[in-house]
């Protein structure tokens, strides 16, 4: 779980060794008659184009809006955002914690890489990375540090782990100074960080 | 098992680092090893527990030494090999060299929407009553079973308090192990951060993770 990601070492012209054993595998799996390429490429497309935390940004913008939203959203968050249209695979069962003025939220998988991906699409490396899993639990303010986050040392930290099939979101504070603003303008201060809880949504001043 | 996967509270790994503008994926090959891995499910009829069991059991070395995607294809041919999909000869040939296996479907590419629409939910009728009720205290057995469990070092033995109940769901550690999948109530459980690191840790924090019935006892 090495953090250099990228194997596409560049021997010359040449292509890296998981470049060849994956196609080489490809091949042999639409060969046999296991795989559709097609069904590849459409797999590959949706997670690359459709769905991000674009998504998870008109949830929170939403709930921050709407009083009665945002109660359903705290209440049964898969059936809140199922309203919007996100739903399915890794969003099965979703649970949506708030932060407020004392208390901040961290989602972690410690396990292995469980993210809520209908909302966020799927995770960064960094989340599935042995520095974030290992230290989000025993050390959050730390892990906070290295995203430039410092919270007041009273307020309370509550990491929850994704050992199971519930998926967390964190509803971020809304930011002061966009008292008047609309849904899809709120939607352009929620970054993906402030719904995993390593980060705080935009203030006003932060976007052009 | 007590693996590489199993994390939470281990040191030395250096800070998070968080990469600018992060693309999806970082090479060509991750996005099909991705997309194959997800594929495969339908043809391979494994589930999402032996998935991870199949991960997770790479050696710890191997396990750190892998990047994610890499860490995916070790567990996809592993589970290829087991159910005689595709060998490991034909994985170091990098051809194939046996007739295909029937498989009971193939992912086309105009069922993935439906598909991945519909997921898959681990909720399930419970078939025996709640043990515990919100605001009771549990704790986490001492137990270091040698198959797949989600239920992380870092809680086993201490206290905690039951928040959520999220009814029945799918038993991982019987699921993995081709047992059934004999679902048991899922709570969610939260631990002070003291109970789990000692007195130096922050005071006001906590940790919670999702904890089958079985994983505690009352206290």
Redesign the interface.
Known sequence: ????????HDHGSHL?D????????????V??????P???????E???TKV?PHNGAKVVAKAWTDPHYKARLLKDATAAIAELGF???????M?AVENTLLVHNLVVC????CYPWPVL??P???Y???????????D??S?LA??GVALPS?????????????RYLVLPERPAGADDWGEAELAALVTR?SMIG?GLAKVPGEIS | MNG????????G???????QD?P??????E??????T???GA??GWN?DQS?AA?ESLSPTE?????????W?AG??KLMAERG??GSD??EA???LHA??A?PR????E???A?????????RIAVAPQLFQIGQHVRAHNVHPAGHT???R?VRGRVGTIT?V?GA??H?DSNAAGRGENPQW?Y?V?FSARE??GEA??P?????????ESYLEPR
């Open positions: 779980m090495h953090d250099d990601h990228d194997h596409d890296s998981m470049e060849l054993r994956v196609r080489a595998l490809e091949s042999i799996l060969e046999k008659g296991y795989v559709d097609k069904a590849l490429d459409v797999l590959i949706t997670y690359e991000g739903m399915g695979r890794q969003g099965e069962h649970v410690t396990l292995c890489s699409g799927l960064p490396v960094w599935k990375s042995a520095p974030y899993r290992s230290r989000a639990v025993i959050p303010r892990v290295d995203f009273d307020k309370e930290i509550r990491v929850w782990d994704s050992t199971a099939e519930i960080d390593t | 590489a996967q199993d994390m939470g509270g281990m040191m790994f250096g800070p998070v680092l968080a990469e992060e999806v994926f970082h090479a060509p090959w996005r099909r090893a991705f997309a194959l997800l594929a495969m043809p391979g999402i991870r991960r396990y750190l030494a892998k990047s994610y995607y890499e860490i294809i996809l041919e999909l595709v034909e994985i990098g051809k194939s295909p296996k498989v193939v992912l086309s590419a069922r993935v929407p598909v991945l629409a519909s997921g898959g939910p681990t909720q989600r239920l992380p870092y959520h999220h769901h799918v991982p899922l969610t939260r789990l690191w840790a922050d006001t924090g906590t940790v919670s993770v999702d904890a089958w």
